[in-house]
């Protein structure tokens, strides 16, 4: 008995430490000439991290001439060129702007490929971006100040601050539709958030290569977040190189997503331990490829993963052959003891406590989203301070366990430490075809478990597969925490008790239900009702809200929106019940509540002109010309095709596929594109229409960051804030509808 609770007591150590680790480091203020310092890349960072700068803004252009002028005191000469980037989708409205992303090369001794650091210096309508991306650029600035008082490298290294990241990554797709130097490997810097440690969250093209650089790097990393990212409708820089099949590895931090894309995205919020975190892995990674033989054949593709700051990686093609041979090396063991269908049950009825954890972290979500209704606001989900409603389901978790534990007392101890194994080997194996890259946190204890109650012939022993399922599956525990935020945190549970599970061997008896349910409920409450109370709001940690204005040029008429529950401060002006607005196609989807406004005189509605239209062959065309007088940052364009096909469309030159790509929509917008930084003479747009007897109609909806003040918009109090962006929340719309004819 003492064995088993000095086991226990060694696992929580252990965990301890595995939590310490993934603690940033100090920021270094002024380290030596060859190393990174998060002092002096800050320094940077008050020179343009003071006000929003989104693209095609002064701001923006200010923040280019200040990034031009520190490269040049690097040695770097800058190049910029302007031009009008288009992403076109099959079923999503086409991206396109005007952007001028920077670039300039440190030269190699003799160059095997290229190494490109890449940040984006543009930030969201709403915030000043220090953090997203502020604070990579000026880590990346920082970087290239050290390689530099460093020994020569081989490669060149590329430094390319992009724009227009935020509506779309169009600067990374002005640099791609450039060219791409050969045998090139790009070190993305991103952040979702305002601390944490720097992880490595995703990689591009065949990345086996890149190993020996990410293990230099020293990142937090799991080759699972690559494969999950690349399921979800979430992209960076990096996606448009790995859609070009160009190598890289994606950086980011991603702690305190509350200020993520807001107005409190500034100094004041951002931990330089990450911006030290995120420079030390770079210069790092950047290093190992300065020196490296770009132009060697790719070794093939690898999964890895992080343990105790040292990464560890394998050739993936031994994934699931090893997954494999634990299940059934697992499956012999329990043929040999005599307990395959009394583990069998075990294994089976283990699935109810994990999956009521889950649905508890749904259950918390909804109780919070009634007691807190302004956290559906949050842009992942996560309040400032999640800590209380985290305890409160681990908590209830570890009660599940210890009542089911207590359910299994006729089991036997061989049925119990072979049944939880077996969940292990099964999602292992499992995992090792749908998501590859994290079979191994299953299939590591799993194994060690199967080895050490094989060699000692004591079930007890299967506990030591919980050293290694501390080790990997507690960092991407914490790691998915962040991630997935509160609203996501079934996501979190299910993991955290499967990776509880594995030290249940440990126990020979679980005790008493009754005092475990007494203790654990009205713990969990507490907690729940101490982070609800306990989560004010101040100047530094402001309530997010939702109010945004739209004008409609065709009526003459205006309204206030916003989404959710309204403020007190202005729910008078939003006095109709959520719906759609359908005069906005691209809030397509969002239910708003609305309310009459002033037609503010600063907010002007697109203005068109028909320039005509003519036959050519097939196709007709249609010309007109689209301006967005005021103050606009962006204009969306939709098309209603009522008889014929729409085959192509020229935006500014640039042209388009036609089609329906707004197929998510059942009104009569089905075709779209939203342009950035729109020509302040205006643009045209040209619409090239097979068949039909009936003319299109185009409907432009331009967007302004900031509310009127001549529609008496309210004021904020200090400790309120717009809602995080892309949302109506703090934003300006003004729609006007165009009546195409032939001519």
Known sequence: MRLRVLALLGLVLLAAVVVFAQRPPRPNATAGDTE?????????????????????????????????????????????????AARTFADRTHLLGSVTPLHAVLRG????????????????PLGPGAADDGANVAAVLEVVRALRAGPGLRNDVHVLFTDAEEPGLLG?????????????VVLNLEARGVSGPALMFQTSGPAGGLMPALRASGALTTSVSADIYRLLPNDSDL???????????????????????????????????????????????????????????????????????????????????????????LLGLCLRLRCGLAALRVGASLLLP????????????????????????????????????????????AALLLVWRGLLRGAGEPALALGVLGVHAVLGLLLAVLLPGGAYLFTLPALVGLLAVALTGRPAAASLGAVPAVLVLLPVVLLLTPALGLAGAAGVLVPAALLATTALPLLRAAPPRRPVVLTALPLAVALVATGVLTEGYDEQRPKPVSLGYAVDGDRGSARWLGEGEPDPAFAALLPTPPAAVDELPNLTGRSLRTGPAQVAASVPAPVWEHLGDRQDGGLREYRVRLRTPGNAYAVAVYADVP????????????????????????????????YTAPPAAGFDVVLRVRGGDAAPRLRAVSQTNGLPSDADAPALAPDRTQAAWPSPAGQSYASRTIELSHG
């Open 36 to 84: 990174f310092a998060a002092g002096r890349a800050s320094t940077h960072l008050a020179h343009f991290a003071d006000s929003p700068r989104p693209t095609g803004s002064p701001a923006a252009s200010r923040t280019r001439e200040y990034l031009r002028t520190a490269l040049a005191d690097l040695g770097l000469t800058a190049t910029e060129r302007t031009s009008v």
């Open 109 to 124: 001794r003799e160059s095997t490929g290229a190494v490109l650091l890449v940040a984006h210096y543009d930030s969201v």
């Open 172 to 184: 990374a797709r002005a640099f791609v539709d450039s060219g791409v130097p050969a045998d090139a």
């Open 239 to 329: 996606t448009v190189f790995d859609e070009a099949g160009v190598r890289g590895l994606n950086f980011a931090f991603i702690g305190g997503s509350a200020h993520y894309h807001t107005a409190t995205d500034d100094i004041a919020h951002l931990d330089a331990g990450s911006v030290q975190d995120m420079g030390d892995a770079v210069l790092a990674a950047a290093r190992v490829l300065g020196d490296a033989d770009l132009a060697a054949a790719d070794p093939g593709a690898a999964h890895y993963f992080s343990v105790l700051g040292l990464v560890v990686h394998y050739p993936a093609w031994s994934t699931l052959p090893l997954a494999a041979l634990t299940a059934l090396g």
């Open 354 to 397: 994990v999956l009521a954890a889950g649905a508890a972290a749904f259950g918390l979500w909804w109780l919070l989203g009634v007691l807190r209704p302004e956290y559906a606001l949050l842009p992942a989900g996560d309040p400032y301070q999640p800590g209380p409603h985290l305890a409160a389901l681990a908590v209830l978790t």
């Open 643 to 674: 008889s014929g096909e729409l085959v192509e469309a020229v935006v500014d030159g640039r042209a388009v596929p036609g089609g329906r790509n707004r197929r998510f929509t059942t009104g009569p917008w089905g075709w779209g594109f939203g």
